[in-house]
C-alpha cells in the first residue's frame, strides 16, 4: 500500500523524468464529461456514521507518510450530511471526507482513505516548472505517456474540463498488496488562477469494479474543496 501511494496515484518527478510518448492529450476521457458529476450521490453513500470519531484514532502505519507525518485537523463536521471537513495544514487545503475516513499529511501532501483502504485519496502541491513541465496540460500528457511505457497495462486518457481542470484516467493499475483486483485512479489538476506555473494534484484510486462510484466521489470531493492558494 505504501508503494502505491508513493508510485502509481502520486506521479511526481519519478514519472516525469521518463519519455512521454504514447499518449494523446486530446483523447477524450473514458469516463469523462465536460464537468464531473455526483449522479444525485452524496457523502453519505460513502460514510459510516461514527460522528468523526474515525479522524481522531491517529495515522495507519500501513499506509505511511514521510517523517513529519501528523494526523489532519478536521475543522468541522456535518453529520448530518456524512462528512468532515479536513484541512491539510502543510498545502493550505481543506477537502471534505466521508465519514469514517482516516486523513494524515506530512511535508509536502495529504492523504485520506476509507477504514477498508479501498478508496485512497492523495493532495499535492505541484509547482510545473519543478517538475519540468510548462503547465497542468503538459504535467498530465507527460505524466500519462511515462506511466504508460513503464506500466504496459495501464491505459490512460484525459480531457480539459469545462472549468479548465484536467481529469486523466488510469485503467488497468495494477494491485498493490492487499487489493483484490487492479484499480483505476483519477487525476484532478488544478491551475493555480493568474499563475499557470502552479497548481494542485487531487489523486483518487479505487478498484476497477467501483470506478463509476469513484467518479461520482471525485466530483463530490472537487466540489467541496477550498483551496487557499
Not at 502509481?8 to 499518449?23: N, T, Y
Not at 497548481?199 to 466521489?217: I, N, Q
Request: proline share 4%.
Amino acid at each position: 500500500m505504501k508503494d502505491e501511494v508513493k508510485q502509481k496515484e502520486s506521479g511526481r518527478r519519478l514519472f516525469l523524468a521518463m519519455a512521454g510518448a504514447g499518449f494523446c492529450l486530446a483523447s477524450p476521457a473514458a469516463h469523462a464529461e465536460d464537468k464531473l458529476d455526483a449522479g444525485g450521490m452524496t457523502f453519505l453513500d460513502f460514510a459510516t456514521p461514527d460522528n468523526g470519531a474515525s479522524f481522531a484514532r491517529g495515522s495507519d502505519s500501513m499506509i505511511a507518510g514521510g517523517p513529519n507525518q501528523v494526523s489532519s485537523r478536521v475543522v468541522a463536521l456535518e453529520t448530518a450530511k456524512g462528512l468532515a471537513r479536513v484541512r491539510f495544514d502543510q498545502i493550505r487545503v481543506t477537502v471534505a471526507l466521508p465519514l469514517g475516513w482516516w486523513a494524515t499529511e506530512d511535508w509536502e501532501r495529504g492523504v485520506a482513505y476509507s477504514s477498508d483502504k479501498r478508496y485512497r485519496l492523495i493532495v499535492w502541491r505541484v509547482d510545473f516548472e519543478y517538475e519540468g513541465v510548462r503547465d497542468a496540460e503538459h504535467y498530465a500528457a507527460t505524466k500519462g505517456g511515462a506511466i504508460q511505457a513503464r506500466r504496459t497495462t495501464v491505459k490512460a486518457q484525459a480531457r480539459k474540463l469545462g472549468d479548465g481542470t484536467f481529469l486523466v484516467v488510469y485503467e488497468g493499475v495494477p494491485k498493490a498488496q492487499g487489493d483484490s483486483e487492479p484499480r483505476v485512479v483519477f487525476d484532478l489538476l488544478t491551475s493555480q488562477p493568474g499563475n499557470p506555473k502552479l497548481g494542485v494534484l487531487m489523486t483518487l484510486g479505487m478498484p476497477a469494479s467501483d470506478a463509476g462510484r469513484g467518479l461520482k466521489l471525485l466530483a463530490l470531493l472537487k466540489q467541496n474543496t477550498r483551496i487557499e492558494w
